[in-house]
């Protein structure tokens, strides 16, 4: 009897990429409902334009590129990069900032780099920087919290007028925690001034409602985690040093820097922790390699976030670190089996 | 390290990696081994194992007897050949031989007689405590005994070589960590006895002066059997319960699990002090050394879902694999694969008319449900299960990076020789990318490049070597030429002195005749002047 032949390992394993990324957008999902809720219906009605955009362009390029279109699409990594593009926007933005972003995303960082696993840059931050540069007053202005006094809640019929760009973005929003205290401390106000003033933009961890969001990221990572589908490593190291170099400073000067778990617990610095700077392609392989990764966008953080020109960082340090990365996976190899101890 | 170890049963360490898979020994361990009742044709590699291929001591029309040596071993590392059952050599020629190449080799084929008549034996017997090593190892030499785990290296060589690496420890490796195959678990429960007296054997050739006997714990009738069986001994023989994880078996990580000793990268056990053997081959030793009987069978594992009744059978080497599915019930209707060894380590037959070599440890029949198709493979997302996975502590994304660029140098850098070709990166990777399959390319390649460049710098030796010596010659000849014609110069020079010499001489002989003459005169005068006395 004749037999075909294979090469050996002739076993399969479970595990397939549309898996994986299935676990992320799972991991993602608690964190997107509560942010919707916690603002408003524009986080998701963002999302929603993102990914259809999103597959649109990525179906487009691989029918250019000559590609199988279906597994490219089925492997979720267009869905994946569109979501978390869409949630480091402001709620309220126009439907051209979303494409514009994506567009750069997937067409530019993702596909004219070779597609899936052959981009240098993290898609989703290469798309976010694209706009924010682009178009700063939009991307500045977040909506106010619904838990929050605000001037005025937006109705689904005027998020769809935002959503086409008829209504002014501005008439609902407000600068996040982050923006605010940097635009204060600027004015040479102190921070308990700017704590105790009325617009409660503080919470008890970080801002105002952005703790909560930070929590439930925090949440997601940690299942992440338990899965396997992450490593620890970066998280912990970007955590940890962001939280040492604000602690070192708070110590310093209570009264002009923000207290550790402010930066921990406001902003991007949970989603980016465990959803942006963990994406695999574009970070180091080894542990240790991880752990300087995590470690550098951490220092870039709070040094953009204190220093520089804007309020939040994460997507600047992730796409510097991305920078740093092959580098550093090409000069640190781990030791391997039989090099450690005889 | 070891001392702790000392009698404790379920101690254990544990190295990085590996995977936990279904492992699928039931099937084939419902009932006791059967002993494969006689084919009526045997083809029998020269090469079945490490080194050069044994010598055929037969020719083709010779009639020959059950254990008879047929070929003897070659320049060391080798192993002899013996006829599994008494018959006569119909062809010495190359054949289809069971090879992840495929490629045919030179093989001895043996029309059995159906009579079974075995050559006398002349075992060692029950006092080999008393004979000297040097004359056990040299009987040894004939036993056509190799590692039956798999690596089919020589044992008379390796056991040979243990005191000049002043060996402490001898590793008995029950794990059996593939899925799927039962032989070494079979045999441990049905014959720990003789097993247990081989491993005495062992740690007398070898001077080891402890045992550890690591067996995974999936395995329980199999520790059982052996620990009753060591205790019952006289011998420092420890059995280790260890975790069952895939790869436990590969010599290094179970080294590491019983000893938390690791080999270093790129040396052997023996550079530890450790000697590695399997349970299958000191069974072989003891019958060797009891009865006489040299490696004419061995336990094999027919099994998966492809065969109707899957079965541990004792089978001859050389024995038609067809004969053994037949024997396991045959093939179901849904067989389509036929893989010889485990489904991670093992590899794919082209058809059953191969026969029986002595690394064949499993036999596994599967259809679809069982082995499945590999999807189609996608790019590397760079995920690093594959790096959690690696029991040899290599980070496989960067090397399956180095391995589509044919970067040797950064697959150097990275370890790729380090790689045990175990199969979990490829297991667990999301992208079902062949990386084993990568990692198998380069190595060959980086051996052939290294075979190449060696080549090279032969030829360059060479043309340096001619150069040199074309130098050496048109230098000689330059030299010599120099040198007559510093002679010639020499001689011409010697001449010209000889001339002014000469003028030399004839002034001087001129002076002297002139001053002759003068005095002549004078003395004439003189003589004149006296003369006129
Ligand atoms: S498991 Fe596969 S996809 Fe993941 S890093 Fe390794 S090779 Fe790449
Ligand atoms: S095959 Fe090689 S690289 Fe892959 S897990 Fe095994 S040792 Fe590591």
């Known amino acids: ?342 | 390290m070891i001392s702790r170890l000392f009698n404790t049963r379920d101690t254990h360490f544990r190295f990085n990696g590996g995977i936990h898979l279904d492992d699928h020994k039931a099937e084939s361990t419902g009932q006791p081994s059967a002993e494969l009742s006689l084919s009526g044709q045997y083809t029998l590699p020269l090469r079945q194992h490490i080194g050069a291929p044994a010598q055929a001591l037969v020719s083709v029309g010779d009639n020959v007897l059950k254990g008879q040596l047929i070929a003897r071993p070659g320049a060391a590392p080798s192993a002899a050949l013996h006829a599994p059952t008494s018959g006569r050599i119909v062809a010495i020629d190359a054949r289809p031989v069971p090879h992840p190449s495929g490629l045919s080799d030179q093989c001895i084929v043996l029309e059995a007689d159906g009579e079974d008549r075995a050559t006398d034996y002349s075992p060692v017997g029950e006092d080999w405590p008393s004979r000297s090593r040097e004359e056990l190892l040299a009987a040894l030499q004939d036993s056509g005994i190799v590692g039956l785990g798999g690596a089919v290296f020589p044992t008379a060589t390796k056991l040979g070589s243990a005191r000049e690496w002043e060996v402490t420890t001898l590793i008995i490796n029950g794990a059996e960590c593939e899925p799927w195959i039962t032989c070494d678990q079979t045999l441990m429960q049905e014959n720990a006895a003789e097993i247990v007296r081989g491993i005495g054997i062992a740690l007398h050739l070898s001077g080891a002066t402890e045992c550890l006997v690591g067996i995974e714990d999936n395995k329980p009738a199999a520790i059982s059997a052996m620990s009753k069986a060591a205790k019952a001994s006289s011998y420092p023989i420890t059995v280790v319960s260890v975790p069952t994880l895939y790869p436990t078996g590969g010599e290094r990580q179970l080294i590491k699990v019983l000893t938390d000793k690791e080999v270093p990268a790129g040396k052997l056990p023996s550079n530890i002090g450790m000697l590695v053997m399997n349970v299958g081959t000191v069974y072989a030793l003891e019958r060797f050394i009891s009865t006489g009987e040299p490696l004419i069978t061995r336990m094999v594992t027919v099994t998966g879902d492809g065969v109707r009744a899957p079965q541990n059978f004792r089978a001859r080497i050389g024995t038609p694999l067809a004969d053994l599915i037949q024997a396991a019930g045959g093939y179901t209707a849904s067989a389509n694969r036929l893989t010889l060894g485990g489904p991670m380590m093992g590899y794919a037959l082209p058809d059953d008319t191969l026969p029986l070599v002595k690394a064949g440890n499993c036999l596994l029949v599967t259809s679809p449900a069982v082995l499945p198709e590999k999807p189609a493979a996608l790019p590397c997302i760079r995920c690093g299960a594959c790096a959690q996975a690696c029991p040899a502590g290599l980070l496989p994304q960067q090397l399956y990076w180095y391995s589509r660029a044919r970067n040797h140098e950064a697959l150097e850098k990275f370890a790729i020789n380090s790689c045990i070709e175990c199969g979990c990166c490829d297991y667990v990777c999301p992208s079902h990318i062949p990386l084993v399959h990568y990692f198998r390319f380069s190595k060959t390649d980086i051996r052939s490049a290294a075979e190449e460049s060696r080549k090279a710098d032969i030829a360059r030796q060479r043309h340096d070597a001619r150069q040199a010596r074309l130098d050496r010659i048109a230098a000689e000849k330059a030299a010599k030429l120099a040198a007559k014609k510093a002679a010639l110069a020499k001689k011409n020079a010697a001449a010209g002195d000889d001339k002014k010499d000469a003028i030399a001489q004839a002034l001087e002989r001129a002076k002297a005749r002139k001053a002759e003459l003068n005095k002549d005169d004078k003395q004439a005068g003189s003589s004149a002047e006296t003369g006129g006395n």
Not at chain 1, 29 to 49: E, M, R
Not at chain 1, 154 to 161: C, D, G
Request: some cysteine.
């Open chain 1, 1 to 342: 009897m004749q037999f075909a032949t294979r090469v050996s390992p002739h076993t399969v394993g479970p595990a397939s990429v549309n898996a994986v990324m299935r676990h992320v957008l799972v991991a993602l999902l608690p964190g997107t409902l509560l942010y919707g809720l916690l603002f408003n219906a524009g986080v998701w009605l963002n999302i929603l334009l993102a990914v259809v955009s999103a597959v649109a362009f990525e179906a487009l390029i691989l029918r250019l590129r000559g590609r199988p279109v279906g597994p490219a699409i089925g492997d979720l990594s267009a869905v994946l990069t569109a979501w978390l593009f869409a949630l480091a926007l402001p709620p309220l933005v126009p439907w051209w900032v979303i494409v514009t972003g994506v567009f750069f995303s997937i067409v530019i960082a993702k596909q004219l780099y070779g597609g899936l696993g052959f981009n240098p840059f993290n898609p989703a931050m290469v798309g976010y920087v694209v706009v924010l540069i682009s178009f700063p007053r939009q991307l500045t202005a977040w909506s106010v919290p619904r838990s929050l006094e605000s001037p005025q809640a937006p109705s689904l019929s005027q998020l769809w007028q935002t959503l086409w760009g008829q209504l002014p973005v501005d008439a609902f929003t407000h600068a996040t925690p982050l923006g605010a205290v940097k635009t204060a401390l600027t004015r040479n106000a102190t921070l308990s001034e700017i704590f105790s003033g009325a617009d409660g933009i503080g919470g008890w961890l970080g801002g105002h409602s952005w703790e909560l969001l930070a929590l439930t990221w925090l949440a997601g990572g940690i299942w992440l985690i338990r899965k396997g589908l992450i490593a620890w490593h970066i998280p912990a190291a970007f955590l940890g040093t962001l939280f040492s170099f604000a602690l070192f400073f708070y110590l310093i000067d209570s009264d002009h820097f923000l207290n550790p778990l402010f930066h921990l617990f406001s902003g991007a610095a949970m989603l980016g922790a465990f959803f942006i700077l963990t994406d695999p392609v574009t970070a180091p392989a080894s542990p240790r390699g991880k752990l300087l990764f995590g470690a550098g966008a951490g220092v870039l953080v709070y040094v953009i976030r204190t220093w520089g020109g804007y309020p939040d960082a994460v997507a600047f340090a992730v796409l510097l670190m991305n920078l740093c990365a092959p580098a550093i996976d090409y000069f640190y190899r781990p030791p391997v089996f039989g090099e450690r101890h005889g």
